[in-house]
């Protein structure tokens, strides 16, 4: 039997699966990735997009801590966007349109340069079992992949069903083999499943495309790009076409409705509400004349369109009439119909904050398997699991990434304390901290951390290393500056003849003022680049709101940090209710700080479970 | 790491002989010397206590205890004052207006106190059945809270706030989808209602002003008509809040009570009377106008055609005394008892109809929440970035949790779901 040994392994190459591997593999980890075949790497199986808002959130964290996916977008963008652009520089998102074929080919390259990784083909059918720990993985041709660390990113693959229109078939994606028997040992292992499902749209042949008629969204003239490392794009920008459903089209949905595989009870899954079918969009929102479609070239080379904003699961040929009564479209070919995906995701409540399951060792979950959506989320995810392993194997603390310092953190935080009850997403609302997590400052917040763990090679230490030389000038500058309102107000500068000097930050914090109103009294801030002036000035615009958060936060804190040991009793605390017993014991929040996120939780109840706790630690000191 | 100075009444809520007000946190001493005059740490004395406006409140016990000698182990200062509730409150809510200080959660100087080591085992298990029975008394005033009016003006403000919040996190984070391009006026409408309704409930406690300071209630009458006994023999029923203390001339005797929850000051005009003195015009002059603007008037007559020069007003009570002497029923005596409680009763009604049914449920430590809410509401006027606006509402949200829950994000995105066709 063909038997090789790994310090990790990682079964599935989409998102969640390449970013781990890349991951353990950086920070010295011998790292196996596995898959059916080598074209599956980096694939974008639904829309061409990467980023956009809070999504670009988390791909800026992902490269701040050197991953892959911000320079893979930008070597393979070809229109780029930042969303938001006019609004506070906290809630801009930067995105791009990706070329599909290109990210897949820069992948494999970045696979064949990545010291200590191996890709391995093959058919992944069993996990290596013993006692209560996993040491890797069986493959289909019987030989093994021993590891003590193994991630699986399997994605929509366990019990995935297709459905198109009446039509159903066993599979993950179109053309590829579900993993059933993956499936049912999971399920040995005492996890709990849900059922989640989500839709694609019909693939349209560009050429006949009416181009000519639609209006034409291209890319910014000065584009924001998804890796710190990079300052433009690589390949030829395109710009994506728009167009609109009318009542035509809408009278065809809903003369077809129960021919949808959604609407005609074939499916049991939740799907996002985000993320509608066009059926959804008729039905729900009815009085909507129209809905737009973003039409979304999936390369410079393809002739593959995404049209964007009309999932389904109807009928092929329902799908072909009610696309073709869309304007620009009235001659296009479907090229591929547009289906549904009903598949189980394992309940991320019962895993812990590296990913791992609680009751079983040496096993991490990671992406689209945990109930989240997006390339993203499967990423970030993915990243988490990869340092985890690698940090685990060389015996190293695990990298610390919480609410107040990540997206990448709130997200982990909402799995596995909340859960999901619809594919999760990330959105910028959800990070209370919304203002100090902005991503232009990902690398500030994170890239010193990743080169503590080990995760950041030195070409981009180096890079970082200088961008903070610069910031930490500017800000002493700034900082050191003294305007008297005199001074100011000769500068253009308009602020309360109060005599009163103020700072150079306190000079930026007021609306319009921004760096080269302040160079004219303070001239050494002139000559330097760009990134690093903005990022001053998107500092300043929040620092009284960042003081005043900060402030709560440490006010917080003390209380907040006391840990909640992973065997706690919550049955056996005085005063607590019944509903927020078990809210509690499902949930398990590691922390005060934690279980003060669990809706219903009163500071009385925290006050109880504290109470408990030192009762406890007590008992065991005597 | 800097900690909030937390305050709250330490002794039982309700009338007593004398409330207890504990202070804690890094700025105990420097922040409650806005009040008083501390004594030096580790010592007690008898203080004067004035609101921040530098009206006198009562004369309390100070005791100053330094950090690392205390219950909490923090700086803590406990002020022993009158166990009235209208006493209380003020400090209460004096106490609220100092930098840095805010009501204490529940349980939250046992929190410390465990923080800083300065409970043992045995002290810890007592204090968990406390704080059960903390937990159920809150549960209790949490009842009271949500029952009734206020609970169905609190369920408004919470839908118009996910509202308001929604309608802009649909323009943060789905710009790129077909939402309104610009909510502000909707949300500076429903922010503004919300403000309406929060100022209005706080006016009502404004009005409670009046409440916590007590109702004045001047008992009227021919000289000899028994007002001073009555006013003895009630003294006899109730708890006094502050002992016999000469009023503002000598002539006038004033008195405070709890009467079952609601202070008043009983006064007797005693001097009304015909005088040729200068001086002693002037007091019956000014006693005579206090009586007309008191809240309400009791007249008493011991003969039903003594004439009274005060005016009767909508809902004074009229009362004939000398009931010992006298055997018609309806008479009163200050002597015997007779027809006390039913006076009590009558004057308890005439004035609970007075107090704003809200007024009653809203304690001091959640006007002080509803005034910090409505900072962050005021606030909004003048920013005109969504993603801080955002955050005041959530402040807002935050500082309400008491009276509308707190709620996280899905319930704001479950808003933004139904509302808009998010999905391009």
């Known amino acids: ?622 | 790491m800097t900690e909030d100075t937390i305050f709250a009444l330490a002794s039982a809520p309700g009338k007593s002989g004398v409330a207890v007000i504990r202070i804690s946190g890094p700025n105990a001493f420097d922040g409650s010397s806005k009040l008083c005059k501390l004594p030096k740490a580790g010592q007690h004395r008898l203080r004067n206590i004035f609101a921040l406006d530098g009206i006198l409140l009562d004369q309390a016990l100070v005791l100053a205890f330094p950090e690392g000698s205390s219950f909490t182990g923090e700086e803590v200062v406990e002020l022993q004052t009158h166990g009235s509730p209208a006493v209380v409150s003020a400090v209460l809510s004096s106490l609220d207006q100092i930098d840095g200080f805010r009501p204490a959660e529940a349980g939250e100087f046992t929190r410390r106190a465990l923080s800083n080591g300065r409970l043992n085992l045995s002290q810890v298990e007592g204090l968990a059945d406390l704080l059960e029975a903390e937990t159920e008394h809150q549960r209790k005033i949490a009842l009271r809270v949500f029952s009734g009016e206020f609970s169905e003006l609190a369920d408004t403000w919470r839908i118009k706030l996910i509202r308001s919040r929604a309608l802009i996190e649909a323009t943060l984070d789905f710009s790129d989808e077909e939402v309104p391009v610009d909510v502000m006026p909707e949300v500076r409408e429903l922010v503004g209602s919300v403000r309406g309704q929060i100022e209005e409930v706080l006016s009502f406690s404004g009005m409670s002003e009046q409440v916590k300071n007590g109702f004045e209630v001047a008992i009227v009458g021919p000289p000899n008509a028994g007002k001073s006994s009555l006013i003895n023999a009630i003294t006899g029923r109730m708890v006094a809040i502050v002992s016999d203390q000469a009023g503002t001339t000598r002539d006038i005797l004033e008195v405070k009570y709890d009467l079952e929850g609601i202070p008043i000051t009983l006064f007797d005009t005693a001097g009304i009377r015909e005088s040729v003195d200068t001086v002693e015009k002037l007091g019956v002059e000014l006693a005579i106008s206090r009586a007309e603007n008191a809240d309400l008037r009791i007249f008493l007559r011991s003969d039903p055609a003594d004439e009274i020069n005060i005016q009767n007003q909508d809902g004074d009570l009229e009362y004939l005394s000398k009931g010992d002497l006298f055997p018609d029923k309806a008479r009163i005596s200050a002597k015997t008892g007779k027809g006390l409680d039913l006076l009590l009763t009558d004057l308890r009604s005439a004035l609970a109809s007075r107090i704003p049914p809200s007024v009653t449920t809203i304690r001091s430590r959640q006007q002080g929440a509803l005034r910090k809410a409505l900072g962050s509401l005021d606030l909004i006027e003048g920013i005109q970035d969504p993603e801080i606006i955002a955050i005041e509402i959530q402040n807002a949200v935050n500082k309400l949790s008491f009276a509308i829950g707190v709620h996280c994000i899905e319930s704001v995105l479950d808003d933004v779901f139904s509302s808009f066709c998010i999905g391009k």
């Open chain 1, 1 to 622: 039997m063909k038997q090789s040994e790994f310090d990790t392994v990682v079964v599935g190459a989409g998102h969640a699966g390449c970013e781990a591997a890349f991951a353990a593999a950086r920070m010295g980890c011998k790292t196996a990735l596995v898959s059916l075949k080598v074209t599956d790497i980096g694939t974008l199986s639904c829309n061409p997009a990467m980023g956009g808002l809070g999504k670009g959130h988390l791909v800026k964290e992902i490269d701040a801590l050197d991953g892959v996916m911000g320079r893979l977008s930008d070597l393979s963008g070809i229109q780029f966007r930042l969303l938001n652009r006019r609004k506070g520089p906290a809630v801009r998102g930067p995105r791009a349109q990706i070329d599909r074929a290109l990210y897949k080919r820069n992948a494999v390259n970045f696979l064949q340069v990545q010291e200590n990784l191996s890709f391995l083909e093959g058919e992944v059918v069993d996990l290596i079992q013993s006692n209560h720990s996993v040491r890797g993985i069986r493959l289909a041709d019987g030989s093994e992949i021993r590891a003590p660390k193994t991630i699986l990113t399997t994605g929509t693959f366990l019990k995935g069903i297709i459905h198109i229109g009446d039509r159903s078939m066993e599979a993950g994606r179109l053309g590829d083999k579900a993993s059933v028997r993956l499936g049912d040992r999971l399920r040995d292992y005492g996890l709990s499943f849900g059922r989640l499902k989500t839709g694609t749209p019909p693939r349209l042949n560009s050429n006949t495309i009416n181009w000519n008629i639609l209006e034409m969204q291209p890319g910014d003239a000065d584009p924001a790009m998804l890796s710190f490392m990079n300052r433009a794009p690589v390949v030829d920008q395109v710009s994506c076409g728009i167009t609109h459903t009318n009542e035509k089209t809408h009278s065809i949905i809903r003369d077809n409705l129960d021919r949808s595989a959604m609407y005609g009870g074939m499916i049991d899954g939740v799907g996002p509400r985000y993320c509608p079918s066009i059926e959804d969009k008729v039905v729900r929102f009815a009085e909507k004349e129209s809905h737009q479609i973003f039409l979304e070239p999936e390369g410079l080379t393809s002739q593959t369109v995404y049209p964007n904003g009309i999932s389904t699961s109807l009928p092929e040929e329902v799908q072909f009439d009610y696309v073709r009564s869309i304007v620009g479209l009235e001659d296009v070919e479907i090229l591929q119909p547009g289906y549904a995906v009903e598949y189980d995701y394992v309940d991320p409540r019962g895993l812990n904050r590296d990913l791992s399951l609680r009751d079983i060792e040496g096993l991490h979950l990671a992406g689209q398997i945990n109930g989240t959506t997006g390339y993203e989320e499967a990423a970030a995810q993915g990243l988490v699991a990869g340092l985890a392993c690698a940090a685990w194997v060389q015996g190293k603390a695990p990298l610390g990434l919480d609410r107040r310092n990540s997206y990448i953190g709130v997200m982990i935080d909402d799995l596995i304390v909340r859960g999901v009850s619809e594919p999760y997403r990330m959105f910028t609302s959800r990070a209370e901290n919304r203002l100090l997590l902005r991503s232009d400052n990902a690398d500030q917040r994170l890239t010193p951390l990743g080169r503590k763990a080990g995760c950041v090679e030195e070409r981009r230490w180096r890079a970082f290393s200088e961008k903070a030389r610069q910031i930490d000038g500017i800000n002493e500058i700034l900082s050191n500056l003294s305007v008297s309102p005199q001074a100011a107000l000769k500068a253009g500068i308009t602020v309360a003849k109060d005599g009163k000097k103020r700072t150079g930050r306190e000079l930026l914090a007021f609306p319009d003022v921004g760096l080269s109103e302040l160079t004219k009294v303070a001239p050494d801030l002139c000559g330097f680049p760009a990134q690093i002036t903005e990022q001053a000035e998107n500092d300043a615009v929040y620092l009284h709101y960042i003081e005043r958060q900060e402030k709560h936060n440490t006010s917080l804190q003390s209380d907040y940090a006391v840990k909640i040991p992973e065997a706690f009793d919550y049955n056996v605390v005085p005063g607590l209710s019944g509903e927020l017993t078990e809210k509690l014991t499902k949930a398990r929040p590691g922390s005060l700080g934690e279980m003060s996120n669990i809706e219903g939780i009163t500071p009385a109840a925290m006050t109880a479970v504290l109470l408990q706790i030192k009762r406890n630690s007590i008992k065991d000191a005597v």
